[in-house]
């Protein structure tokens, strides 16, 4: 089985608003990876995860702020965000976080940013 | 640096049609190849992947070739429906400490009945 499930599906959000995304996998992925889509673009990594530790950030603003509780969950926390942060969010997990494994994408959360 | 380019859509094709979208890349190295799939509204799904050369993924009737002499890895279908219709990428993944994923413009696709 390869799922990666994310919820909640859609979001909508005032920029005053506080909310998180979350993601599970139970794969047994010790990396796992926040990616952010904007409409006819491709996925541009956010963060990564390896082994519970953050191991990339791509100059991500710090109002977006990502946790991983255990291998298995991991959280993007948003706080004050802009309209133009509007996108499909996606999480993905594979299995070490190094060399060449396949990551595995969830169906993604698209996010409103009113 | 490294970097994946596509073949610009939209593609539209009938049903029942062959289907080619090319890829080639550029990579310091020797790096493995992906297409994934992203149907409307929906995240990527893996479709096929090789990671040397000479090696064909394939899956769900659509097929890839790792061509290290011409670094190209095109994505290739002999007959085509509806249902793929979807926005198709070419990713490359290089081996290092890091998995950053390249991925290519992304092509739409769309099949006519």
């Known amino acids: 089985d390869t799922e990666v499930t994310q919820t909640p599906k859609h979001l909508v959000m005032g920029m005053t608003n506080k909310k998180s995304l979350k993601c599970e996998q139970h794969?047994?992925?010790?990396?796992m990876y926040w990616y952010k889509q904007k409409a006819k673009k491709p996925p541009e990594l956010m963060f990564v995860?390896?082994?519970?530790?953050?191991?990339i950030n791509e100059s991500v603003p710090s109002r977006f702020s990502p946790e991983c509780p255990n291998s298995s969950l991991l959280n993007l926390h948003l706080h004050a965000l802009q309209p133009e942060d509007s996108a499909l969010y996606l999480c993905?997990?594979?299995?070490?976080?190094?060399?060449?494994?396949?990551?595995?994408f969830g169906p993604g959360t698209r996010l409103t940013v009113l | 640096g490294d970097s994946v380019t596509q073949m610009e859509g939209p593609v539209t094709l009938s049903e029942e049609a062959f289907l080619t979208i090319n890829c080639t890349y550029t990579?310091?190295?020797?790096?493995?190849l992906f297409w994934y799939v992203q149907y409307p509204g929906e995240g990527l799904q893996l479709l096929l992947k090789?990671?040397?050369?000479?090696d064909k993924g394939s899956n769900k009737g659509f097929e890839a070739t790792y061509r290290k002499e011409t670094t190209s890895f095109h994505l290739e279908k002999g007959s085509v429906q509806v249902s793929d219709s979807a926005v198709y990428f070419c990713?490359?993944?290089?081996?290092?400490?890091?998995?950053?994923?390249?991925f290519g413009s992304g092509t739409r696709l769309s099949i006519r009945p």
């Open positions: 990579a310091t190295g020797y790096p493995s």
């Open positions: 090789a990671t040397k050369a000479d």
């Open positions: 993905a997990s594979s299995q070490e976080g190094a060399g060449t494994d396949t990551q595995y």
């Open positions: 995860y390896s082994y519970e530790k953050l191991s």
């Open positions: 990713a490359l993944l290089m081996y290092s400490s890091a998995s950053k994923i390249i």
């Open positions: 794969m047994g992925h010790r990396a």
